[in-house]
T-cell receptor, first 112, second 110 residues
Framework: SQTIHQWPATLVQPVGSPLSLECTVE??????LYWYRQAAGRGLQLLFY??????ISSEVPQNLSASRPQDRQFILSSKKLLLSDSGFYLC???????????FGPGTRLLVL | GIQVEQSPPDLILQEGANSTLRCNFS?????LQWFHQNPWGQLINLFY???GTKQNGRLSATTVATERYSLLYISSSQTTDSGVYFC????????????FGKGTKLSVKP
């Protein structure tokens, strides 16, 4: 079965600093990969998804970006963090031909 | 876009009680999943259930696609059932993007 790793688990960053969150997956090839954000409260919002290496689609305009340099690596970045970027960031995968999405353990980001 | 509404937003139960959580969606869907988010934030898959009924131990789910709702049943609740339960749907497209409801926060008291 697949495994999703996210790094770091927790991050405190000052406003204006850069950001790089990493998601790596094991146990599957060519998955669809997703970045979601959960702000204070409960709802999850899809930020980016990728159907393959170098293929990124953005769902919400913002100061974040995503990249997929390798099949099993998905990176979320920012050049300058905003206070509103604080939240819980979750990486998810969907294996080809299947509908179920599976989520990683998440990264808690606090921007001060 | 499609709207996903969950009710109730909050639920407090005594251990051993049963409960029903509801998810309404505003358009036809081809994927519906129920998740449990534990206190540490981990999202755990409970059911993939675009239609029909499934059971897994004390949990079961029913989706009536023609009437655009899904129900999650929790029987004989335990304190470990506490957390937030999310319903999420995908209404089309091969990308499989999920639209989440706002969740039901369940607290089971000993």
């Amino acid at each position: 079965s697949q495994t999703i790793h996210q790094w770091p688990a927790t991050l405190v960053q000052p406003v204006g600093s850069p950001l790089s969150l990493e998601c790596t997956v094991e146990g599957t090839s060519n998955p669809n990969l997703y970045w979601y954000r959960q702000a204070a409260g409960r709802g999850l919002q899809l930020l980016f998804y990728s159907v393959g290496i170098g293929q990124i689609s953005s769902e919400v305009p913002q100061n974040l970006s995503a990249s997929r340099p390798q099949d099993r690596q998905f990176i979320l970045s920012s050049k300058k963090l905003l206070l509103s970027d604080s939240g819980f960031y979750l990486c998810a995968l969907r294996r080809g031909g299947r509908e179920t999405q599976y989520f990683g353990p998440g990264t808690r980001l606090l921007v001060l | 876009g499609i709207q996903v509404e969950q009710s109730p937003p909050d639920l407090i139960l005594q251990e051993g009680a049963n409960s029903t959580l509801r998810c309404n969606f505003s358009d036809s869907v081809n994927n519906l999943q129920w998740f449990h988010q534990n206190p540490w934030g981990q999202l755990i898959n409970l059911f993939y259930i675009p239609s029909g009924t499934k059971q897994n131990g004390r949990l079961s789910a029913t989706t009536v696609a023609t009437e655009r709702y899904s129900l999650l049943y929790i029987s004989s609740s335990q304190t470990t059932d506490s957390g937030v339960y999310f319903c999420a749907v995908n209404y089309g497209g091969s990308q499989g993007n999920l639209i989440f409801g706002k969740g039901t926060k369940l607290s089971v008291k000993p």
